[in-house]
């Protein structure tokens, strides 16, 4: 390039090295991608013996999946079904994202997210979640945990916890009290619900709408029942409200009656108060 004094200079273009910088970030990006996204995947482990049967190309025998989600309706089924010595712990799921602690056993001593059998019927099996699942990791979730089991003649039960502050309806004041439960299945489920059905514009939501979506997908007969409960933390009252939808499963789910009151302290706490205005 010449000046207006006649005198020659290179040019100096920055093109060529600005063009590698933004390869080498749009690379450095896509690798934080991949890295994050490999974290949140969500990894199943099961026992020796179920791990080495899946291996196989086989799927678990299945004829009833109860999936609990929520801590009342997981210690509802630690307080009135696996008290009983028939069940055997044969895999758990880890889970990391924002909100979820990266060990699988939190402090009460329950796992975030595990598997349970029934040792008298292997085709019975229980799936208590207590672990957040963020939005990206639910279809994931339905995907890996449905793809070991398989669907010919598969019912499957959901429990979940809701806020009755959630809970909308046009006159509140006939609407029943808390803690209730309300239902939705899938076409393929021909059974009798416990229970009247969610009202709109209630919706289920979390993992629950994505078993259930996956399970109307896959043609599989499942349905939910909802708690709404104006208690926030582990309740009595609220956990018994689950009886019915178990009960409706007759001889594959021995419910306990009358749990001790050991057992029900063991996994009912009373909430302290932290503070309040007048602290």
Request: hydrophobic share 35%.
């Amino acid at each position: 390039m010449a000046t207006f004094f006649g005198e020659v200079l290179s040019v100096y273009s920055r093109a060529v090295e600005e063009d590698d910088e933004d390869l080498d970030e749009n690379e450095e990006d896509e690798q934080i991608r991949r890295e994050l996204e490999e974290k949140r995947e969500i990894h199943l482990h099961w026992n020796p013996e179920v791990s080495e049967f899946l291996r196989s190309g086989n799927k678990l025998q299945c004829s009833d999946f109860i999936l609990a989600v929520g801590h009342n309706a997981a210690r509802f089924l630690s307080v009135y079904v696996l008290t009983s010595a028939n069940w055997d712990a044969v895999g758990h799921a880890s889970v990391w994202n924002e909100r979820s602690r990266p060990a699988t056993v939190q402090t009460s001593g329950e796992s975030a997210c595990i598997f349970y059998r029934h040792k008298d019927n292997p085709s019975v099996l229980i799936c208590q979640v207590t672990s957040y699942i963020a939005e990206d990791q639910l279809f994931q979730w339905a995907e890996k945990v449905f793809d070991c089991l398989q669907h010919r003649e598969l019912n499957v039960t959901v429990l979940s916890d809701s806020s009755v502050a959630d809970y909308k309806t046009a006159d509140y004041l006939s609407s029943s009290s808390p803690p209730f439960l309300r239902s939705l299945h899938t076409s393929t489920f021909h059974g009798e619900p416990v229970c009247q059905s969610l009202e709109q514009p209630n919706i289920v939501t979390g993992l629950p709408a994505a078993v259930l979506n996956h399970c109307q997908v896959h043609c599989i007969a499942a349905v939910a029942y909802q708690c709404y409960s104006d208690i926030t933390g582990p309740d009595s009252v609220t956990m018994e409200t689950y009886k019915p939808a178990l009960t409706k499963l007759g001889k594959s789910i021995e419910l306990d009656s009358s749990p001790s009151t050991d057992v029900l302290r063991k996994f009912v706490k009373t909430t302290d108060i932290q503070s309040n205005l007048y602290i």
